[in-house]
């Protein structure tokens, strides 16, 4: 066995370490870009129903540049070793990136301004690297024997992947052509598919896969990832329908049932967190537990919004709730914890002396973040409520430097990573 | 955890197996199956003090932990790296436990003892569990023994808990289902 492959034979699923961590890396850069579109459209976020500027692009530049990004890092690398089966060729997964991430900066630069030709060909690149990594964790999926819960999730979150890509795709061409008969109701579908279909999906299959693991606590039943992943199909199937026909109770319905889930999630979560072999809770729980919070709640503004209440406050709030308030939250919450894990686990599989998680994590620029992307939601979702600008700009000023603080924790992680493999080369170790 | 050393030598009644024709089930398990089927099939066979013998890639304990269950008393010997021979005899499991002393831990995982070291089986668990058996038997260990793990697929997520514990991987076999890690405190 050669020096710097000790368990990374053709058994392994370990992909070189700089495919997945070029998704993070892109997604910590996106992540203040975000915010910064936020604070610029800081006027227009009260009363928001949609259209172009500096809000659509800061929204979609979390849900396509910090969201799915994470997501398709932490499934590139983390599905095959969890259930066991090939990804697919790591060319692949490159050109996924080089055709998402141009793709996402594009779209979002054309939702930003209104370039027609950059909205359609960021829209286009986008939807391509999607699919691409969408059939990628596809192909790892099938054949797969374990962890049947988690792979309901996961295959709801590609189905919804190919719908919010076709919605979204004629979202962008309608931009300019108005032929789509309610480009609200079809923004609404995009929105629950993307939100609750896409990425909630993802994150409740990662939850039962990584939280168990992380606390060190028994795994969650596969009945119970079954029963939620049963009752998320159902409840986007009513939300989506609901919100492209116009019928709100219907919509409602679907998030009523959607609480259902969330209630057998959460049970089966407290159920690990109760029996965890690790006593004390690590840092990353400080972003985790308020972002389960949000969840239900923004869930209940959504069900308020279907029935009519308020929908100039409804509206984007149940948006700021669900993305930035429990996607945004749950998403760099698990990315602090997953990437100093890979880390460690990549230089344990080379050989040598392993990077240690806990030397190899900066705390402080954690603590910054935590503190004022708290402050950021609290201040945006208030803002929002009374149509306070000057709340809104605020709290988008707490959340940038909140990014920027996630992003010197990330560069940290870089030096300290680059240290340790200068100090510690891999050296050969049995195997037979 | 409570697991003795043995130095004891073969027992009285070894004569009467050796002249058994042995069970190789080392092909099955290269060719990712479990003999476990197998082998109590074949010992539905054995009469009371007859003789069986298993060939196997390491120290089934396990399956001789069950086959005592079954009345049968058991003895493994080495032949080759890769290569252990264990002795049943049919004779109501009066000698089972010699070299075959098992443990089993919360999260389902065997452990048991021998010269190399201490060994814990956590095949066919659902994960987190063989993390879980793993880290709890490291932790309540002393001294500078080593410990065999025998897992089914690679455990990259045990690994960054390893070095977290002053573990590391310091030896590596790995066949299709069947993969050996020989742990040891890091220097």
């Not at chain 1, 029996?275 to 969840?295: G, H, N, Q, T, Y």
């Not at chain 2, 398990?29 to 196997?56: C, S, W, Y």
């Not at chain 2, 065999?148 to 030896?171: C, D, K, Q």
Request: charged share 15%; aromatic share 8%; proline share 7%.
């Amino acid at each position: 066995m050669m020096p710097g492959g000790f368990m990374m034979g053709a058994h392994s699923r370990l992909l070189p370490l700089p495919v997945p961590m070029r998704f993070f890396a892109a997604a910590m850069v996106f992540h203040p870009l975000a915010w910064a579109m936020l604070l610029a459209g800081a006027d227009a976020v009260p009363g928001f129903r949609g259209g172009l500027g500096p809000v659509l692009a800061g929204l979609h530049l979390v849900t396509l540049g910090v969201l799915a990004m994470i997501a398709i890092g932490a499934a590139f690398q983390l599905l095959p070793v969890a259930i066991q089966r090939p990804l697919g060729p790591t060319w692949a997964c490159g050109l996924a990136w080089w055709l998402y991430v141009p793709g996402v900066a594009l779209l979002c630069a054309g939702l930003a301004t209104g370039w027609v030709p950059a909205l359609h060909g960021g829209a286009g690149l986008s939807v391509a690297g999607l699919l691409l990594a969408g059939l990628l964790i596809a192909r790892c999926l099938i054949g797969a024997t374990g962890f049947p819960g988690i792979r309901h999730h996961a295959w709801l979150a590609l189905a919804s992947l190919l719908g919010l890509a076709v919605l979204g795709l004629l979202l962008a061409v309608d931009f300019r052509t108005g032929w789509l008969p309610d480009h609200t109701a079809f923004a609404a579908a995009h929105a629950v598919l993307a939100g609750y279909g896409f990425m909630g999906n993802l994150a409740m299959g990662f939850t039962y896969v990584l939280v168990p693991m992380f606390v060190l606590g028994p795994a969650i039943p596969d009945a119970v990832g079954k029963r939620t992943g049963l009752l998320a199909a159902l409840a986007l199937a009513l939300a989506v329908c609901g919100a492209l026909a116009g019928l709100g109770w219907l919509a409602a319905a679907g998030g009523a049932v959607g609480l259902g889930a969330v209630g057998l999630h959460f049970a089966a979560l407290r159920t690990a967190l109760a029996a965890r072999m690790r006593k004390r809770l690590e840092s990353f729980f400080r972003l985790l537990f308020p972002a389960w919070v949000l969840l239900p709640v923004g869930l209940a503004v959504g069900i308020a919004l279907a029935l009519g209440a308020e929908p100039a406050i409804t509206a984007p709030l149940w948006g700021f709730l669900m993305v930035f308030g429990w996607l945004l939250t749950f998403a760099t919450g698990i990315l602090q914890r997953v990437m100093p894990f890979l880390v460690s686990m990549h230089t344990s599989a080379r050989g040598g002396k392993p990077a240690l998680v806990s030397q190899l994590t900066a705390d402080r620029p954690l603590l910054l973040h935590a503190v004022l992307h708290g402050v950021a939601l609290l201040l945006v979702a208030l803002g929002i409520i009374i149509q306070s600008v000057p709340m809104v700009r605020a709290g988008a000023a707490g959340g940038l430097a909140g990014a920027l603080a996630l992003l010197a924790f990330a560069v940290e992680l870089g030096c300290r990573t680059r240290a340790h493999l200068q100090d510690n080369p891999p050296f050969s170790q049995g195997h037979t | 955890m409570d697991i003795k050393d043995k130095t004891t030598g073969p027992p009285a009644w070894l004569a009467l197996a050796l002249d058994t024709q042995p069970l190789d089930v080392r092909p099955v398990l290269a060719g990712g199956e479990d003999p476990f089927t197998l082998v109590m099939g074949h010992a539905e066979g054995i009469g009371a003090g007859q003789a069986m013998v298993v060939d196997a890639p390491f120290n089934p304990s396990p399956l001789r932990k069950v086959l005592a269950g079954r009345g049968f008393s058991s003895y493994a010997r080495k032949l080759a790296e890769g290569h252990w021979r264990v002795f049943f005899l049919h004779d109501g499991a009066a000698d089972w436990e010699r070299q075959a002393e098992v443990v089993v831990m919360p999260e389902g995982a065997f452990t048991w003892d021998e010269d190399d070291g201490i060994h814990i089986d956590v095949r066919k668990l659902p994960p987190p569990q063989p993390m879980l058996a793993v880290l709890r038997l490291l932790d309540g260990l002393d001294g500078g023994r080593a410990v065999i793990v025998h897992h089914e697929r690679m455990p990259h997520f045990l690994l960054p808990e390893l070095a977290e514990r002053g573990w590391r991987v310091a030896r590596l076999a790995e066949e299709f289902a069947n993969v050996r890690l020989w742990l040891e405190r890091a220097p």
